[in-house]
């Protein structure tokens, strides 16, 4: 009989530097789990991403054990990185943060398509054109 899932955390984490600090250890501690086993796993599958925010999702079951998914960087990071910025504009609508190249918005739509809700190349460059222009990214054809 398979194990019946009592929560399910998510939780957006450094890649490589999980911590028990706020929010993993409360959040874990909740939940029941075993915080620095977690951490040790987590911070060994996710060294190679060091530099980015990984999205993280907990399924912890009714025997107190638990199983989870680390999911593609997140989005703004990717487009960041693709863009050569720090951080997006303050204010979108009036300032630029940067530009992004249709090629670059192409290889970030790809690397996050496992995780957006379309198998489609094109509708996946929209929506990370729309994340990178709520940054204040301009992107360019």
Same mark, same amino acid.
């Given at each position: 009989m398979?194990?019946q899932?009592?929560?399910?955390?998510?939780l957006?984490?450094?890649?490589g530097?999980?911590?028990?600090?706020?929010?993993? =250890?409360?959040?874990?501690g909740?939940a #029941?789990i075993? $915080?620095?086993?977690?951490?040790?796993?987590?911070n060994?599958?996710?060294a190679?991403?060091? #530099?980015?925010?990984?999205?993280?999702e907990?399924?912890?079951?009714?025997? !107190?054990s638990y199983s989870?998914?680390?999911?593609?960087?997140?989005?703004?990071?990717?487009?960041?990185?693709?863009?050569?910025?720090?951080? #997006?504009?303050?204010?979108?609508?009036?300032?630029?943060a #940067?530009?992004?190249?249709?090629?670059?918005l192409?290889?970030?739509?790809?690397?996050k $398509?496992?995780?957006?809700?379309?198998?489609?190349?094109? $509708?996946?460059m !929209?929506?990370?054109?729309g994340?990178?222009?709520? $940054? =204040?990214?301009?992107?360019?054809?």
């Open positions: 398979a194990k899932v009592t929560s399910v955390i998510k957006n984490i450094p890649a530097k999980g911590t028990p600090a706020p929010p993993v =250890g409360p959040a874990l909740q #029941g075993n $915080m620095m086993e977690f951490l040790k796993k987590f060994e599958q996710t190679p991403q060091m #530099g980015f925010m990984l999205p993280v907990i399924n912890v079951y009714s025997d !107190r989870f998914i680390v999911k593609q960087p997140l989005t703004t990071d990717l487009i960041k990185r693709a863009a050569g910025i720090t951080t #997006g504009a303050a204010n979108p609508k009036l300032d630029k #940067g530009v992004l190249t249709s090629d670059k192409r290889e970030v739509a790809k690397l $398509m496992a995780d957006l809700n379309t198998d489609d190349e094109e $509708m996946a !929209r929506i990370v054109a994340a990178a222009r709520s $940054m =204040g990214v301009r992107v360019e054809d």
